[in-house]
C-alpha cells in the first residue's frame, strides 16, 4: 500500500472560520465584560428607574446564564449531528443570537436583560460544538499534524476579540449608555454570521448522518467506552470552570471596591508619553485576559512545552493537571488582595493583573489543550457531541458558582462569608480536584480519531 503523501497546506476554509471567531467572540466577551456592571449599576425598573440588582444576586444571574451558554453545545451538537450538519445549524443558531444582541440593546430592564440572556445562551451556545467541530472537519489524514497548529490559531482568534471588545465596550457603556454598548456586539454578530455565510463554499461539510445511522454509530459499545473515560476528565474540569469563569463576576466586584487603586502609569515620567497615564474602569482589567492568551500561546506552543517535554514528555492530560495547580494559586492571590482591601488597604489593580496572569496560564493549560484533545478522543460520528461534552463542564462549572453564592446569601442578600474566607474556600476546593485529576489522568487510555 502506498504510503499516504503529506500536505502541509492549510484548507481554503479556515480564514473565514478564523475571522468568524474573531467577530464573533468581540460580540460575546464585548457584551459579558459590560453585564456585571450593566446589572449592578444600569439596570432599570419598567418605569425608567435605576433598579440595580446587590453584588449576590448579580452573580447568581452571571453564572446562571454562563451555565445556559454552556449547556445548550449539548442540544446543538445533537442537531447537527443527527439532523441539520454543522454548516446549518451554525447558521441558524446564529440568528437567533444577533436577536439576542438586539433584545438588550432595546430594553434595560430585568425582562428584555432576561429574554437577551436567554437567546444568547441558546444561540451561543449551540453553534459552539459545532464551530470548533467543524474546523477539525476540514482535516484528513494527510494534514492532521495541522491540527494542533490550527486550534491554536483559532485559541488566538477567540482572545483577539475578546482583547479588543473587553477595553472598547465599557467605555462604550460609560459615555453611550447601556443600549450602544449592547448594540455594537450584536452588530458584530450580524458581520461574524455574514463572514461565516462567505465562506460556505470553501468548507468541508460533513453532512448529518440521520437520527437511526446517529443513533447506532453514537450508542456503541466503543462510544460508550469513549464517553465514559472522557467523563471522568470533563467531571474534574467543573470544577476548573467554577473558578475561572469568577474573572467576569467576582474579580470585577472586587476590582469596584474604593480601595483599589486602578490607575496605571506606563509613562515612566516622561511627558510625551503622559497618555500612557490612565484610570482602568473595573470591568476593562478582564482585557488582562485575552491579552496574556495571546502572548502565552505562541511562547508556550513553540518554547515552553517543546522544552520541558525534553526532560518530562508533556502529553494533554499533563499539561491540564499543571493548569489545575496553577489555578489555586491565582485564588489564592485575589484572596490576600481582598484580606488588604477589606482592611482598608489602598491595593494596585496590578495585584490582580498579575493574578489574572497565573489564572491565563492556567487557562491556556486546560481549556486550549482540552479543545484539540476533546476533538482527537472523539469517533468521528461524535466530533460535536463531544465538544459539546467538554463545554458542558463550563456550564456545570458555572452552576456550581451560582449555587455557592446562592446558598452563602443571607435574607438581605449578602454573604455569610466574608470575601477572603470565599476566595479560600474554592482554592481549597480546586486544589482536592487537582489531586483527584492526577489519578484520573493515569487510568485515562488515549485514543486519536482523525476524519479520513
Same mark, same amino acid.
Not at 19 to 41: P, Q
Not at 360 to 381: C, D, H, K, R, W
Given at each position: 500500500?502506498?504510503?499516504?503523501?503529506?500536505?502541509?497546506?492549510?484548507?481554503?476554509?479556515?480564514?473565514?472560520?478564523?475571522?468568524?471567531?474573531?467577530?464573533?467572540?468581540?460580540?460575546?466577551?464585548?457584551?459579558?465584560?459590560?453585564?456585571?456592571?450593566?446589572?449592578?449599576?444600569?439596570?432599570?425598573?419598567?418605569?425608567?428607574?435605576?433598579?440595580?440588582?446587590?453584588?449576590?444576586?448579580?452573580?447568581?444571574?452571571?453564572?446562571?446564564?454562563?451555565?445556559?451558554?454552556?449547556?445548550?453545545?449539548?442540544?446543538?451538537?445533537?442537531?447537527?449531528?443527527?439532523?441539520?450538519?454543522?454548516?446549518?445549524?451554525?447558521?441558524?443558531?446564529?440568528?437567533?443570537?444577533?436577536?439576542?444582541?438586539?433584545?438588550?440593546?432595546?430594553?434595560?430592564?430585568?425582562?428584555?436583560?432576561?429574554?437577551?440572556?436567554?437567546?444568547?445562551?441558546?444561540?451561543?451556545?449551540?453553534?459552539?460544538?459545532?464551530?470548533?467541530?467543524?474546523?477539525?472537519?476540514?482535516?484528513?489524514?494527510?494534514?492532521?499534524?495541522?491540527?494542533?497548529?490550527?486550534?491554536?490559531?483559532?485559541?488566538?482568534?477567540?482572545?483577539?476579540?475578546?482583547?479588543?471588545?473587553?477595553?472598547?465596550?465599557?467605555?462604550?457603556?460609560?459615555?453611550?449608555?447601556?443600549?450602544?454598548?449592547?448594540?455594537?456586539?450584536?452588530?458584530?454578530?450580524?458581520?461574524?454570521?455574514?463572514?461565516?455565510?462567505?465562506?460556505?463554499?470553501?468548507?468541508?461539510?460533513?453532512?448529518?448522518?440521520?437520527?437511526?445511522?446517529?443513533?447506532?454509530?453514537?450508542?456503541?459499545?466503543?462510544?460508550?467506552?469513549?464517553?465514559?473515560?472522557?467523563?471522568?476528565?470533563?467531571?474534574?474540569?467543573?470544577?476548573?470552570?467554577?473558578?475561572?469563569?469568577?474573572?467576569?463576576?467576582?474579580?470585577?466586584?472586587?476590582?469596584?471596591?474604593?480601595?483599589?487603586?486602578?490607575?496605571?502609569?506606563?509613562?515612566?515620567?516622561?511627558?510625551?508619553?503622559?497618555?500612557?497615564?490612565?484610570?482602568?474602569?473595573?470591568?476593562?482589567?478582564?482585557?488582562?485576559?485575552?491579552?496574556?492568551?495571546?502572548?502565552?500561546?505562541?511562547?508556550?506552543?513553540?518554547?515552553?512545552?517543546?522544552?520541558?517535554?525534553?526532560?518530562?514528555?508533556?502529553?494533554?492530560?499533563?499539561?491540564?493537571?499543571?493548569?489545575?495547580?496553577?489555578?489555586?494559586?491565582?485564588?489564592?492571590?485575589?484572596?490576600?488582595?481582598?484580606?488588604?482591601?477589606?482592611? @482598608?488597604?489602598?491595593?494596585?489593580? +496590578?495585584? &490582580?493583573?498579575?493574578? *489574572? %496572569?497565573?489564572?491565563?496560564?492556567?487557562? $491556556?493549560? #486546560?481549556?486550549?489543550?482540552?479543545?484539540?484533545?476533546?476533538?482527537?478522543?472523539?469517533?468521528?460520528?461524535?466530533?460535536?457531541?463531544?465538544?459539546?461534552?467538554?463545554?458542558?463542564?463550563?456550564?456545570?462549572?458555572?452552576?456550581?458558582?451560582?449555587?455557592?453564592?446562592?446558598?452563602?446569601?443571607?435574607?438581605? @442578600?449578602?454573604?455569610?462569608?466574608? +470575601?477572603? &474566607?470565599?476566595?479560600? *474556600? %474554592?482554592?481549597?476546593?480546586?486544589?482536592? $480536584?487537582? #489531586?483527584?485529576?492526577?489519578?484520573?489522568?493515569?487510568?485515562?487510555?488515549?485514543?486519536?480519531?482523525?476524519?479520513?
Amino acid at each position: 500500500m502506498a504510503e499516504e503523501v503529506r500536505c502541509d497546506k492549510m484548507p481554503s476554509g479556515i480564514p473565514y472560520i478564523i475571522s468568524n471567531e474573531i467577530a464573533e467572540r468581540f460580540s460575546y466577551y464585548g457584551m459579558r465584560a459590560i453585564l456585571t456592571v450593566f446589572m449592578t449599576e444600569y439596570l432599570m425598573d419598567s418605569a425608567g428607574n435605576k433598579a440595580p440588582m446587590g453584588d449576590e444576586e448579580s452573580k447568581v444571574w452571571y453564572h446562571t446564564f454562563s451555565m445556559g451558554v454552556y449547556f445548550f453545545p449539548i442540544i446543538g451538537a445533537f442537531i447537527a449531528d443527527a439532523f441539520w450538519g454543522k454548516y446549518k445549524t451554525i447558521m441558524t443558531l446564529s440568528m437567533v443570537y444577533c436577536l439576542g444582541h438586539l433584545a438588550l440593546s432595546l430594553n434595560d430592564t430585568r425582562l428584555g436583560l432576561a429574554i437577551g440572556l436567554t437567546l444568547i445562551a441558546i444561540g451561543s451556545g449551540g453553534i459552539k460544538p459545532c464551530v470548533s467541530a467543524n474546523l477539525g472537519d476540514q482535516f484528513t489524514a494527510k494534514n492532521n499534524h495541522l491540527i494542533e497548529r490550527v486550534f491554536n490559531y483559532f485559541y488566538m482568534a477567540v482572545n483577539i476579540g475578546a482583547l479588543v471588545s473587553t477595553i472598547l465596550i465599557p467605555l462604550v457603556l460609560q459615555y453611550f449608555g447601556a443600549s450602544v454598548a449592547f448594540g455594537i456586539p450584536g452588530i458584530l454578530m450580524f458581520i461574524a454570521t455574514i463572514i461565516f455565510w462567505m465562506g460556505r463554499n470553501s468548507y468541508k461539510k460533513m453532512p448529518a448522518v440521520g437520527w437511526a445511522k446517529y443513533k447506532a454509530e453514537v450508542f456503541t459499545r466503543e462510544g460508550a467506552k469513549a464517553i465514559a473515560g472522557l467523563l471522568s476528565i470533563f467531571a474534574c474540569c467543573v470544577f476548573f470552570w467554577s473558578l475561572y469563569e469568577q474573572n467576569a463576576s467576582a474579580w470585577v466586584l472586587q476590582a469596584k471596591s474604593p480601595f483599589m487603586d486602578k490607575m496605571v502609569d506606563l509613562s515612566f515620567g516622561i511627558d510625551a508619553l503622559s497618555f500612557l497615564k490612565f484610570e482602568l474602569l473595573p470591568d476593562q482589567v478582564q482585557a488582562a485576559n485575552p491579552l496574556f492568551v495571546i502572548i502565552l500561546v505562541p511562547l508556550f506552543t513553540l518554547y515552553l512545552y517543546p522544552a520541558l517535554s525534553k526532560f518530562f514528555p508533556l502529553t494533554s492530560l499533563r499539561k491540564m493537571s499543571i493548569g489545575m495547580f496553577i489555578t489555586v494559586l491565582s485564588f489564592l492571590m485575589v484572596a490576600w488582595i481582598e484580606w488588604r482591601l477589606n482592611s @482598608g488597604i489602598t491595593t494596585s489593580i +496590578g495585584w &490582580q493583573v498579575l493574578a *489574572f %496572569f497565573v489564572l491565563i496560564v492556567a487557562e $491556556v493549560m #486546560v481549556y486550549g489543550t482540552g479543545l484539540e484533545f476533546s476533538y482527537t478522543q472523539a469517533p468521528n460520528a461524535m466530533k460535536s457531541m463531544v465538544m459539546g461534552l467538554f463545554l458542558l463542564s463550563i456550564s456545570l462549572g458555572n452552576f456550581v458558582t451560582a449555587m455557592v453564592n446562592w446558598v452563602i446569601a443571607d435574607e438581605t @442578600g449578602k454573604s455569610i462569608f466574608t +470575601g477572603v &474566607q470565599y476566595y479560600l *474556600f %474554592f482554592a481549597a476546593m480546586m486544589f482536592v $480536584v487537582a #489531586v483527584i485529576f492526577i489519578f484520573v489522568a493515569l487510568a485515562y487510555k488515549e485514543k486519536r480519531y482523525i476524519q479520513e
